[in-house]
């Protein structure tokens, strides 16, 4: 059922852009967070070693008695796997690297308030940042909200989400930082 509701979304969000053009449909999405429920509302954005590219939706984070819960209103990300992190700076620009700019780079690394220099995904003990890997569907929507035990609004506000190229497999090994590859999303996390 799951699937169906997020397929019927994002069939009708591209249904809507083809009479509304990709702003509108993602004013839609925006519009659609802010219904959904009561929190954070963190834009998000595509990113290139540029800068900031086109609004793709936003993701509200609110507390509940489980934890820190995740809603995201996403359309246009590749379909599959995506790593999911907060990262500790609240700003999403690109910044240089061995002499070439890097999309999303001042954003800083994984949030790790406890210094565990650990990546082992939500719930295993390492950076507080690490967030379950987000799936986008065939159409490139991700709306499934899930839930982090043991995290707060009030610990992840005034840092940013970031959202790679690939998926993550919660661990340093073979690649670090679960090897998801390159920012392509971001949004800051208003305080």
Do not use: W
């Not at 009479?19 to 929190?39: K, P, R, T, Y």
């Not at 929507?141 to 992840?156: E, F, K, L, Q």
Request: proline letters at 6%; hydrophobic letters at 40%; a neutral charge.
């Amino acid at each position: 059922m799951k699937k169906f509701s997020c397929v019927l979304f994002a069939t009708a969000l591209l249904a809507a852009g083809f009479f509304m053009g990709a702003s509108g449909v993602n004013d839609l999405l925006i519009e659609q967070a802010h219904a959904d429920s009561a929190g954070k509302k963190v834009p998000m954005y595509l990113i290139t070693a540029e800068g900031q590219g086109r609004k793709i939706g936003a993701i509200v984070l609110k507390d509940s008695s489980q934890g820190l819960v995740v809603q995201p209103r996403i359309i246009g990300l590749t379909p599959g796997e995506h790593g999911f992190h907060v990262h500790e700076n609240p700003d999403c620009s690109p910044k240089k690297k061995d002499g070439k700019m890097v999309a999303g780079l001042a954003a800083g690394s994984h949030y790790d308030p406890h210094s565990t220099s650990s990546h082992k995904g939500p719930h295993g003990g390492g950076h507080l940042g690490d967030l379950p890997k987000l799936v986008a569907d065939e159409l490139g929507a991700v709306v499934d909200a899930v839930t982090i035990a043991g995290v707060t609004v009030s610990d992840v506000s005034n840092r940013s989400l970031m959202i790679h190229a690939g998926g993550d497999n919660y661990s340093d090994s073979p690649n670090p930082l679960g090897g998801g590859g390159a920012r392509v999303a971001c949004g800051v996390i208003p305080k």
